[in-house]
């Protein structure tokens, strides 16, 4: 082989490697392989109609979870190739709120932009009542406009002998109903499309001797029974996949005698018992692993003659007492500290016959006090530095005979009285800045025999 030969072989496999470098080959020099697949900008999209103070959490394709607490735009932060699909749903609803989705789903395309559209609105409302006298559970839809109260299908719902009281969980998907006369609770599970009322697996759960009282910790993990003929509170940790109770260890807890009541502060710490036989409040700390009740240093704390309710304000820094038999209300500062119950200056304040409930409003600036005997309701303004009562013009308002428990929807812009005497339900709009109430067109609205308690709720 000549010299001349070898020079060009090595000469043009230099040139291919050139070529092979720079991607030639097949179509010409300067062409490249086909190009990886190209990642998009992240899914985004406008959220609109949220609730202040309430967030929405939305997935993508079952993941990339991202909580929106505000109107506006919104971004996945997880980028999706050109090609792939995208599913947008909705992982949890804001709380009294149900969100939709629009351009949910479909496939990415590169050069074509993504908006997924999220809108908000206000779900339903619905009112329970229990009625001793026909042992069944009245529901009713509050109309968005007039706030009429209308029956839903199927109510009213049947319950234990003599229900007496009812509450409901955080969440708005349990409503527990004591039974005094049958020593037992009833759970319902309710639709939050229909308000209709679904008795849990196990339901009734047994309780004490006639349980006149019953309320559930903010976090819907305990509910609380106050048992007046036997004197303890019976403490239950409730299933949160079936709504069942089960009582948790050393459940009753003793109290004082005659309990009528019991509720617990909003960081579910602490919770209140109304000794109706003792003339006093025992409260007590809650172990927050177990539930179990122990009693604080110097409960308890001396309230007027036979309380019959109490609540506490939403800072929980106060206490309400309505003493039934004395006809006043005692308030109470909470030492953050202890627990410990202080009479505020000039407590107790001055009701109407025989004060059986009381409510404090969400804003904490307003107290509701339903007298039995003189069928009215107290209306105070709540001074925020000393806690002291003052009651708003045109206070007492009307009810109807013998009203039994008083409530407050979660905007504050409704009152709810349940009338025992003439079997039905007072409503009234409250003035955002006077605190008076007025009913609304229709009120009262016709309840079953002897209307007891009433709760608001927004599944």
């Given amino acids: 082989m000549s010299c001349k030969r070898v020079a060009g072989a090595w000469l043009v496999l230099v040139l291919c490697e050139l070529l092979v470098a720079c991607g030639g080959g097949g179509s010409g020099m300067g062409s490249s392989a086909s190009p990886a697949s190209t990642q998009v900008s992240a899914i985004r999209g406008t959220l609109s109609g ?40 909705v992982g949890s609803q804001p709380a009294g709120q149900i969100c939709s989705v629009g351009n949910g ?77 049958s020593n037992n609770v009833s759970i319902y599970s309710i639709n939050a499309a229909s308000g209709a009322l679904t008795q849990v697996p196990g339901s009734p759960f047994a309780a004490g001797a006639n349980p006149a009282s019953v309320t559930v910790n903010q976090a819907s993990t305990l509910a609380f029974v106050a048992n ?44 209140f018992v109304a000794n109706a036989g003792d003339n006093d409040v025992s ?63 000039g407590s107790p304040f001055a009701a109407g016959a025989n004060p059986v409930s009381v409510t404090v409003n969400p804003a904490g600036t307003l107290a509701f006090v339903a007298n039995y005997q003189s069928s009215n309701v107290s209306v ?48 009234y709009s409250v003035n955002a800045i006077t605190g008076e109430l007025t009913q609304v067109a229709g009120s009262p609205f016709a309840a079953g025999l002897n209307a007891t308690s009433v709760m608001v709720l927004q599944p």
Avoid: R, W
Avoid at 286 to 311: D, Y
């Fill in 283 to 345: 409260v007590y700390s809650i172990n927050p692993s177990t539930g179990a009740l122990t009693q604080i240093p110097g409960s308890p704390f001396p309230a007027g003659a036979s309380p019959s309710s109490v609540a506490v304000n939403p800072a929980g820094t106060l206490a309400f007492v309505t003493d039934y038999a004395s006809g006043d209300v005692s308030v109470y500062s909470i030492n953050a500290n202890t627990g410990a119950l202080t009479q505020v200056p």
């Fill in 50 to 89: 949220l609730k202040a103070g309430t967030s929405v959490t939305l997935l993508d394709n079952g993941g990339d979870s991202l909580k929106v607490s505000t109107d506006g735009s919104f971004a996945f932060s997880t980028p999706l190739d050109d090609g792939a699909s995208y599913a947008v749903t």
């Fill in 380 to 427: 105070y303004g709540i001074n925020s530095s000393t806690g002291t009562l003052s009651q708003v013009p045109g206070s007492p308002f009307t009810t109807g005979t013998g009203p039994q428990s008083v409530t407050v929807n979660p905007e504050g812009t409704l009152a709810f009285v349940a009338n025992l005497g003439s079997n039905n339900v007072s409503v």
């Fill in 228 to 271: 007046y003929q036997s004197s303890n509170v019976s403490v239950y940790s409730i299933n949160s996949s079936t709504g069942a109770m089960t009582q948790v260890p050393g459940s009753p807890f003793p109290v004082g005698a005659n309990p009528y009541a019991v509720t617990v502060n909003p960081a579910g710490t602490l919770a």
């Fill in 105 to 181: 789903s479909g496939t990415v395309s590169s050069g074509h932009a993504i908006t997924v559209t999220v809108a908000c609105i206000t779900g339903p409302s619905y009112a329970i009542v229990t009625n001793q006298g026909s042992n069944d559970v009245s529901v009713y839809s509050i109309n968005v406009g007039t706030s009429a109260l209308m029956p839903v299908p199927g109510s009213p719902f049947a319950a234990g002998a003599n229900p007496i009281s009812v509450s409901v969980n955080s969440t708005g998907t349990l409503a527990f109903v004591a039974n005094y006369n």
